[in-house]
C-alpha cells in the first residue's frame, strides 16, 4: 500500500507545482515599464511672415508711382510705415480697403476695410470698436510730392484671423479725412496698391 501511494503521492506534488507555476505565471508582471504617455504636439498656427509692401501707383496712370507703404509685424503690433515719393501735394486719407484691386481707378477695392462692422474713426485711437481696421487717417503730401507716416496698430496680420490686411488695398484719397460717417469724407482715389506679403 505504501509503495503503492508513494508515486501517486510524487505525481500529485509535481501537478500541484506545475498548477502553481501556471497560474504565478498568468500574473502581470510588478516591474514592466510603460512609457510615458506624451500629448500630441500642437499644429503650429502663428503668424510666420513678419513683412509686406505696397507699391502705390496712380489711379488715372498706374504705371506712375506715387510711394510705397511697408508693413512689418512687431512686438507691440503691425509697424505701418508710408513713404510717399511723387503724389499730389496736401492733406491726404490712407486707408486700407477690403478687396485686393486696384482696377476701375481704385474703385475696386471696395470700401473700407472693417471686418468689425463699426463706424468709421482713427484706429490708433478710438480702437476696433469704434473705427474700421483700415482707418489710417491723414497723411500730409509737401509740394515736392514727398510725404511720410508711421503707425503702430495692434492686431492687425497678414494673413491669420478676421484682421487679416495680406492681398488688400491701401488707397490714397484726393481729400482728408475729416472722420465724419461714414467713410471720412476723402473723396476720389489717387493712389493705389496691393500689400504683398514679402517676407518672413
Do not use: W
Amino acid at each position: 500500500m505504501t509503495l503503492i501511494n508513494r508515486p501517486l503521492r510524487i505525481i500529485a506534488i509535481a501537478l500541484f507545482s506545475t498548477l502553481l507555476m501556471f497560474v504565478y505565471g498568468c500574473q502581470p508582471a510588478d516591474n514592466v515599464t510603460e512609457e510615458p504617455v506624451t500629448e500630441p504636439q500642437a499644429e503650429v498656427t502663428e503668424q510666420q511672415a513678419s513683412t509686406a509692401t505696397a507699391v502705390i501707383n496712380s489711379t488715372t496712370d498706374p504705371s506712375e508711382v506715387l510711394g510705397e507703404a511697408e508693413f512689418t509685424t512687431t512686438a507691440d503690433g503691425m509697424l505701418i510705415e508710408v513713404a510717399m515719393t511723387n503724389a499730389p501735394p496736401g492733406e491726404r486719407a490712407f486707408h486700407i480697403h477690403e478687396a485686393g484691386s486696384c482696377a476701375d481707378q481704385g474703385n475696386a477695392a471696395g470700401g473700407h476695410f472693417n471686418p468689425d462692422d463699426v463706424k468709421h474713426g482713427l484706429i490708433t485711437e478710438d480702437g476696433f470698436e469704434n473705427a474700421h481696421a483700415g482707418d489710417l487717417g491723414n497723411i500730409t503730401i509737401a509740394e515736392d510730392g514727398t510725404g511720410t507716416k508711421s503707425m503702430t496698430v495692434e492686431r492687425l496680420t497678414f494673413t491669420e484671423g478676421k484682421y487679416a490686411i495680406g492681398n488688400r488695398a491701401v488707397i490714397l484719397h484726393e481729400q482728408p479725412d475729416d472722420f465724419g460717417q461714414p467713410t471720412g469724407n476723402a473723396g476720389g482715389r489717387v493712389g493705389c496698391g496691393i500689400i504683398e506679403v514679402t517676407g518672413s
